[in-house]
């Protein structure tokens, strides 16, 4: 089963303006990575965040996580054609071994 | 500096049959990852090897099985395909066990 669940399911905007997307998960984490996904290619990650941390910034994104709502957030800020995509949150939750759990992904689409 | 490859690209296999994929890590990666993405769902973590050892399974059938080698190059078999292991299975490498993953193209299988 998948740990993540992105919000919304898919997003329109127009090329310029902010793109936001959030993830939800139900157990504690070790961290929280935010990956993108251009037409059911390879996976590039995006940035990664750790339980201690509150917020992150890397170029045009900036991402929070709020552990006490088990909740993490992706900003794309002034949006290009080129952020067309789908954007996964992963959670790393295990201790002894390793699992990364996707979520199902949000949809972005950059109108010109 | 390469990144992960992966092969084949694509592949169509017939019910029952079996399948092998491989996969080459980025050069110092220790660790490998598989993940199984169905179409318009997120990836699905299978196995995780670091330093030739299983460190993490994911929720899949003893039909999946893997391996990695001396030059940490992976390999992933499944037996006895199914019509439901058609999906984009794709390989991730990083340094260590926990650390930010990079991911290959993938292989695409289809089962008929």
């Known amino acids: 089963s998948q740990q993540g669940e992105e919000d919304p399911q898919a997003l329109s905007i127009q090329e310029g303006e902010n793109a936001t997307m959030n993830c939800s998960y139900k157990?504690?984490?070790?961290?929280l990575q935010w990956y993108r996904q251009n037409s059911g290619r390879g996976l590039v990650h995006l940035i990664l965040?750790?339980?201690?941390?509150r917020e992150k910034h890397s170029g045009r994104l900036r991402v929070t996580l709020d552990t006490s709502k088990k909740s993490s957030s992706l900003l794309i800020t002034a949006s290009r054609a080129a952020d067309t995509a789908s954007y996964f949150c992963?959670?790393?939750?295990?201790?002894?071994?390793?699992?990364?759990?996707f979520g199902a992904g949000t949809t972005v689409t950059v109108r010109a | 500096d390469a990144g992960v490859t992966q092969s084949p690209t694509h592949l169509i296999k017939t019910r029952g049959q079996h399948v092998t994929l491989r996969c080459s890590p980025i050069?110092?990666?220790?660790?490998v990852s598989w993940y199984q993405q169905v179409l318009g769902q997120g990836p699905q973590f299978i196995f995780q090897?670091?330093?030739?050892?299983?460190?993490g399974r994911g929720n899949f059938p003893d039909r999946f099985s893997a391996r990695q080698f001396p030059n940490y190059s992976s390999e992933l078999n499944v037996n006895a395909l199914l019509l439901g292991d058609s999906a984009l299975y794709l390989c991730?490498?990083?340094?260590?066990?926990?650390?930010?993953?990079?991911f290959g193209p993938g292989t695409r299988l289809l089962v008929l």
């Open positions: 157990t504690s984490i070790n961290n």
């Open positions: 992963a959670t790393d939750f295990g201790s002894n071994d390793y699992k990364l759990s």
């Open positions: 090897y670091y330093e030739k050892e299983e460190r």
């Open positions: 965040i750790r339980s201690n941390e």
């Open positions: 050069s110092g990666h220790k660790s």
């Open positions: 991730a490498s990083s340094p260590l066990a926990k650390e930010t993953q990079y």
